[in-house]
């Protein structure tokens, strides 16, 4: 005889798996959504008007809400309503329920829900490193050996010059694998540090304490700019210095199979210099040179060998202006053939225009902008490899306020906000509620790095105006790339209930591990299919994404695809405005304490930490390790407004035992936190 209670548990058990087998009818961001955020959810046809917040742990309905009208996304010709669920404010794990037998991947409301991914993101960086052992400290289970050395690059026919004479060799080691392969190329690497050097001028203070495990902590670089300098390393091989060009690309003549990087040991050439790569060096390293100039410290004579270079590619580039990269006539006139990714560009004032922009910022010299000025574009648009007029826009309204007269920054300013405004009006008007699909031609070869770099506008328009309409937008973006758009996928690799697992990506492919590579943007939907695999879902625009290896038309990751969402994530951490109403650790209530400096650091024996309140408080300064453990806690106690000075000793109790590397100070009053970098130096 079954029981009551047996039946009751069935039941149960029944109304859960069928609740679970539409879960993909529900679009959430499944890492989840700021506690004092928006926070809305897609719903594809439902049979209710009505959807509740359930817990994740006790599965208890804790919010009710009611569904928006029905709309028509012509994207993925889906009926839908949008689930808002704002007003709900309580942090945990939850689930959406549309009744009768819907229910979502799980969710969680926290203060900082893109803190995780926007930091795998970067370190993702970390994961493509040519050159280089990965190694267990840092790389957790993907650990593997060093490949590509390129310590004696093949000079190729089509590269060939009289310093430089075919089959010579050159040495240009480090840089990431541009994407699922093992090559590297100048032109996709210039928008790619575009935005991580960009991502680090515009938020400071939040990449100088952002920690990503990787062996350069221990320095006191930020480590967006050590994996930056990764990349830089090589990029400045890649100029000839005799003449000031540099080489297209270094690569294999064709692609490796799925081996590991350390058996994948065919030749590696540097093939026929480029306007568009010499350009896009340019532009990077003049961007590189005045950050890196506040490190002269840490790196003597850098910046200055940046700036250096990139004057020398400028001049190279006015004199060939028009030598482009067309692989199939190189294959015609020399041997051997390559093909591999081209990266072709036959159109390169775009490149002049940003090149002239970052060379001017850095010099102040009007002469670099003085002969583009007629040429910088009326209308800017969503920023790609080929097509980067935007980025010296973006550098421009950055650093607005440091620029000559002959800059009219109210234009500047203008074309950035009119671009925002498009992307407003679409997010507002949109079915699914994002600005992504302002047409069919967001959803191209790499969609997602579309919707990112929308979000990078977005937010950039949110500094310049302080208007929420642009952050939030941004926000509904970043929604779109984690789960709440048409294929219900996350996006990123490692993230995400309903994430990619199967990228075109070799490393991921070969190493044995079930798990892909972490930290990794995948192109996205792409009704083009140019890989032909067999299973694509639909043809539809939204919904023409295949989470398969073959699919390297939607499924395949990229430098250029990584660096928007990583300026999106956690510039939308570094400014949000919903934490200033949270007591979050990541900003300060105005005039409450200014934290001035510690100093020694590196510091041996001891360090000084300073700071002043505006107002009395109670204060905490406690010192943590690389692993958050406390080491010391130096202050606990009531303090009126005034001036501190602290000295911490590692000769004090608790830190005798203190080795060289990264530590942390944490200082708070009352709610308001904020925490910096110290390095030990024995």
């Not at 208890?60 to 839908?80: D, F, H």
């Not at 830089?232 to 080489?247: A, H, R």
């Not at 009531?638 to 005798?656: I, L, M, Q, R």
Request: include cysteine; aromatic fraction near 12%.
């Amino acid at each position: 005889m079954v029981s009551i209670k047996n039946i009751a548990l069935l039941t149960i058990l029944m109304v859960s798996n069928l609740l679970s087998q539409n879960s993909d009818k529900i679009k959430v961001n499944q890492l989840g959504y700021i506690t004092n955020g928006p926070k809305e959810a897609v719903i594809v046809s439902p049979q209710s008007l009505t959807f509740y917040i359930t817990s994740e742990v006790t599965a208890e309905t804790l919010y009710t809400g009611a569904l928006g009208s029905e709309r028509i996304w012509s994207y993925s010709n889906e009926t839908v309503r949008i689930a808002d669920f704002s007003s709900f404010k309580s942090e945990g794990k939850y689930f959406l329920v549309s009744p009768p037998s819907y229910k979502s991947h799980s969710f969680e409301i926290k203060k900082n829900p893109f803190y995780a991914p926007g930091k795998a993101s970067l370190k993702g960086y970390y994961y493509q490193r040519a050159s280089t052992a990965l190694t267990i400290p840092f790389a957790y289970v993907w650990f593997r050996q060093a490949g590509h050395l390129d310590t004696a690059v093949i000079i190729h026919a089509s590269a060939a010059s009289d310093n430089r004479p075919e089959n010579s060799k050159i040495s240009s080691p480090k840089g990431w694998y541009d994407a699922g392969d093992y090559n590297k190329y100048i032109v996709n690497s210039g928008i790619s540090m575009f935005t991580l050097l960009s991502a680090y001028e515009t938020f400071p203070e939040y990449y100088d304490t952002l920690n990503l495990n990787i062996p350069e902590s221990i320095n006191q670089l930020p480590d967006i700019l050590d994996e930056v300098k990764w990349n830089l390393d090589w990029m400045l091989t890649m100029q000839d210095p005799e003449d000031g060009g540099v080489y297209h690309k270094l690569t294999n003549a064709n692609f490796d199979g799925y081996v590991m990087p350390h058996n994948a040991n065919t030749p590696r050439y540097v093939v026929q210099k480029s306007t568009a790569a010499t350009l896009n060096f340019a532009a990077v390293t003049a961007q590189a040179s005045r950050i890196f100039a506040k490190f002269n410290n840490l790196y003597p004579g850098y910046s200055i060998q940046l700036l250096e270079a990139s004057k020398k590619a400028w001049g190279w580039a006015k004199e060939n202006s028009d030598i482009y990269y067309n692989q199939t006539l190189i294959n015609m006139l020399t041997d051997p053939d390559i093909n591999t990714g081209e990266y072709g560009d036959s159109n390169v004032n775009d490149e002049f225009n940003w090149a002239a922009c970052e060379l001017y910022i850095t010099t102040k010299a009007d002469s670099f902008i003085a002969s583009r000025i007629n040429y910088l574009p009326i209308q800017l648009n969503i920023p790609s490899w080929q097509s980067v007029n935007t980025l010296g826009f973006i550098s421009l309204s950055v650093n607005k306020n440091n620029l000559t007269s002959i800059i009219d920054t109210a234009i500047i300013v203008s074309r950035i906000l009119t671009l925002a405004n498009s992307l407003v009006s679409n997010q507002t008007n949109s079915a699914y509620r994002v600005a992504m699909g302002q047409s069919n031609n967001d959803f191209v070869w790499g969609s997602n790095s579309v919707a990112a770099n929308q979000g990078v506008i977005l937010l950039n328009a949110y500094l310049l105006r302080n208007d929420i309409k642009y952050y939030n937008a941004a926000l509904a973006n970043a929604d779109y790339l984690l789960g709440r758009n048409g294929t219900g996928y996350s996006f990123l690799t490692g993230y995400g209930s309903k994430r990619a697992m199967k990228p075109h990506h070799r490393v991921s492919q070969a190493d044995g591990l079930t798990e892909p590579v972490p930290g990794l943007l995948v192109g996205g939907p792409n009704p083009g299919q140019q890989d032909n695999c067999a299973g694509y879902p639909s043809n539809l625009p939204a919904l023409s994404y295949l989470d398969d290896v073959c699919s390297y038309a939607s499924n395949e990751i990229a430098i250029n695809w990584n660096a928007p969402a990583v300026y999106l994530f956690l510039g939308l951490e570094a400014v949000s405005p919903y934490k200033l109403t949270n007591n979050s650790e990541s900003y300060l209530e105005p005039n409450k304490f200014q934290l001035y400096q510690n100093y020694p650091n590196p510091f041996n024996p001891e360090t000084n930490i300073q700071w002043e309140l505006g107002t009395g408080g109670h204060v905490s300064l406690i010192i943590y390790d690389l692993l958050g453990n406390e080491v010391t806690r130096l202050v606990d106690e009531n303090k009126p407004a005034g001036s501190y000075n602290v000295k911490f000793s590692t000769s004090s109790t608790k830190s005798t035992a203190l080795t060289s590397g990264v530590y942390f100070y944490r200082l708070q009053v009352d709610n308001n936190v904020t925490v910096r970098k110290m390095i030990l130096l024995r």
